[in-house]
């Protein structure tokens, strides 16, 4: 499983399941994929 973020969003490269288990514990620490996408490339 691996996430690749860019400034116009984010890939996930993995199992669609696995996919869907990290998108959910994303969305539970960050409130917006924007906010997300600044404090994972720092």
Same mark, same amino acid.
């Given at each position: 499983?691996?996430?690749?973020?860019?400034?116009? #969003?984010?890939?996930?490269? #993995? $199992?669609?399941? /696995? %996919?869907?288990?990290?998108? %959910? /514990?994303? %969305?539970?620490?960050?409130?917006?994929?924007? /906010?997300?996408? $600044? $404090?994972?490339?720092?």
């Amino acid at each position: 499983m691996r996430v690749y973020t860019q400034t116009n #969003g984010f890939y996930i490269c #993995g $199992k669609i399941k /696995e %996919a869907r288990l990290l998108l %959910a /514990e994303y %969305a539970r620490r960050y409130r917006t994929v924007k /906010e997300m996408i $600044k $404090k994972t490339q720092h």
